[in-house]
């Protein structure tokens, strides 16, 4: 408890210090991991693909978004204008003459009229009138870009030399901007500044040599501080990408430049798991209020009880009364302060998802992409071997697969199916082949554990059957509460529940065949026609829902139990292929 009020207060001093403005994030500070993949700070960057990007603009179109992009700039946004193109523009539509290596127009634009997406860009190699009544047109228009990225300094660094007065003029140029950016801020236009980004002098030619990186920081300088006190964006992630080289951009440098412009844009529409960048979190839903309102209660109820009763043990202690020498009793269930009261565990249940929800429905702790490593991987994996070794008990049973072995053997598969999971492993074949099979046995498992018990001890009743779809489904169908999840989120507990629900079936259908019957099969050896008859007609329903998904959707899309197998988008293919496996 006091490990997650430490957290809590951890990145509450963050948030006050830093922001809790995912987008500023993005956009301002991350760093390279062992991958060569972007990691921004505080938050997860979902990787467009050219379906994606595609996907997210026909989604804007069709509720009638205008997808409008402008860049204005040097030859460096012309670089990245055209890698921002290649991105989104299909094999259909490849047209030679957008190329800004052979055709140098002032001004051209990409335009796609199913996405209703339209890519401009302007040169212009200096902060001069050219950028400034550009700025000023579109702060006219009717239909402003929805985002303006600009960026310039290559042309004032290869041609002048950067003095006190340059640098002056150049502040005087960037604040004849800041009125036009404020107005188009105003009016939804995302406005970035891309920062000027480092060169490695070495591999510099001709007239470009003069650069250096001590001039490109004093541009850099006065561009954050005229801009900060404006509606723009500074972009210093874009300047973090950039590996020193030439004047031109590494493919690197604007493959991830182009894929924080895209999240930037599109994760708060398309909510993707792996992009929490610029997306806002989820609303809230009535059901969760309410939910959440009765953990409230039930806290509220433990805390009053347990204020009374401490209350009239004082009053007892001043009022001269002495209790008498006698053994306490036990605690009784339900009363004030006890550790087992309803109203303490239902509080405490409260506390915990309240702590899930600001973890996994929030932007409150940072967030990161997977990302998988040998060591990241096996190291965990190994210390868990380490600790099997070296930490065993004597048991007392000696059967196979009893209980406290097979106990055991879950544990352990779920660090490592958890481990897996964290690192995301998933991505090594041979590592997620393994994995499924843990999974398959864990399955097997807990079926065998249910099934052994059943068998032996023939309880077939309802008050078993009941008590143990709740103790397998309590816990999950809280999440979904609270969380707004429906229930195939938490996939294997509903797969559990399935197959303990149809060996029950089985199981409970007269004849009763358990050693604990009457009728067993020593006694009545036809009863071994009746086992045939029961496994055969399960192999032969699994059979039938294996063989045909059309059957399998009439079963499971029935009402009252549908909404028990269909995930969030209403489809039930989801469980088709989890039942499957």
């Known amino acids: ?155 004032l660094l290869k041609t002048r030399n950067t003095t006190d007065l340059v640098l002056e003029e150049y502040k005087r140029n960037l604040t004849h901007l800041v009125q036009a950016i404020d107005s188009l801020a105003a009016r939804n236009t995302q406005v970035l500044w891309k920062l000027i980004e480092a060169v490695d002098a070495s591999k510099l030619k001709n007239d470009y040599k003069r650069i250096n990186n001590n001039d490109i920081d004093s541009y850099n300088r006065a561009a954050v501080e005229i801009l900060t006190h404006s509606a723009a964006k500074i972009w210093k992630s874009a300047l973090l990408v950039s590996e020193e080289g030439s004047v031109e951009l590494s493919s690197t440098a604007l493959r991830h430049c182009t894929q924080l412009l895209l999240n930037m844009y599109c994760n708060d529409h398309m909510n993707y798991n792996d992009g929490s960048c610029c997306a806002q979190p989820e609303p809230y839903t009535q059901l969760q209020i309410v939910t959440f309102s009765i953990f409230l209660l039930c806290g509220v109820l433990w805390v009053v009880r347990g204020a009374w009763g401490a209350y009239e043990t004082a009053r007892s202690h001043l009022q001269g009364y002495a209790p008498v020498s006698r053994a306490a009793p036990p605690p009784v269930a339900g009363a004030a302060g006890s550790d087992t009261s309803p109203l303490a565990a239902m509080a405490r249940l409260g506390l915990i998802m309240c702590y899930f929800y600001l973890c996994d429905r929030t932007n409150f702790f940072m967030k990161e992409n997977k990302y998988y490593s040998e060591w990241s991987f096996w190291l965990p994996v190994g210390y868990v071997f380490a600790l099997g070794l070296f930490f065993t008990e004597d048991s007392k049973s000696n059967t196979v697969l009893h209980r406290e072995q097979t106990d055991e053997w879950k544990g352990w598969m779920q660090l490592v199916i958890l481990v897996y999971q964290v690192t995301g492993a998933s991505k090594v074949l041979p590592i997620y082949m393994m994995v499924r099979t843990l999974v398959s046995a864990y399955l097997f498992l807990t079926g065998y554990g249910h099934f052994y018990y059943t068998w032996k001890t023939g309880d077939t009743g309802l008050v078993r059957y009941f008590r143990v779809i709740f103790r397998l489904n309590f816990l999950t169908v809280v999440l979904c509460l609270t969380m707004n999840r429906p229930y195939q989120f938490y996939s294997f507990v509903p797969l559990v529940s399935f197959w303990y629900t149809l060996m029950f079936v089985i199981f409970a259908l007269p004849p009763h065949i358990t050693p604990s019957s009457s009728h067993t099969v020593e006694s009545r050896p036809y009863q071994y026609l009746y086992i045939a008859i029961k496994v055969i007609g399960l192999l032969v329903i699994v059979t039938v829902l294996y063989m045909s998904e059309v059957f399998f959707q009439k079963i499971f899309v029935t009402r009252p139990w549908k909404a028990l197998f269909v995930n969030s988008d209403d489809d039930i293919h989801q469980w088709w292929l989890l039942w499957k496996q």
């Open 1 to 155: 408890f006091v490990l997650v009020i430490g957290f809590i207060g951890y990145h509450g001093v963050l948030h006050l210090k830093y922001g809790s403005d995912s987008c500023t994030w993005l956009l301002t500070a991350g760093r390279y991991k062992g991958d060569h993949e972007w990691q921004p700070y505080g938050c997860m960057l979902h990787k467009y693909s050219k379906t994606d990007a595609r996907r997210c603009f026909r989604y804007l179109a069709f509720w009638g978004k205008y997808n409008s992009f402008a860049f204005i700039g040097d030859s460096r946004l012309e670089q990245l204008y055209e890698y921002f193109i290649s991105v989104v523009r299909t094999r259909l539509d490849l047209d030679s003459s957008y190329s800004t290596v052979e055709h140098r127009m002032p001004n051209y634009t990409y335009v796609d009229n199913k996405l209703r997406l339209s890519v401009t860009f302007v040169y212009s190699d200096d902060v001069s009138k050219t950028m400034v009544d550009q700025f000023r047109t579109w702060q006219r228009s009717d239909q402003p870009p929805s985002v303006i990225i600009a960026s310039t300094g290559l042309q």
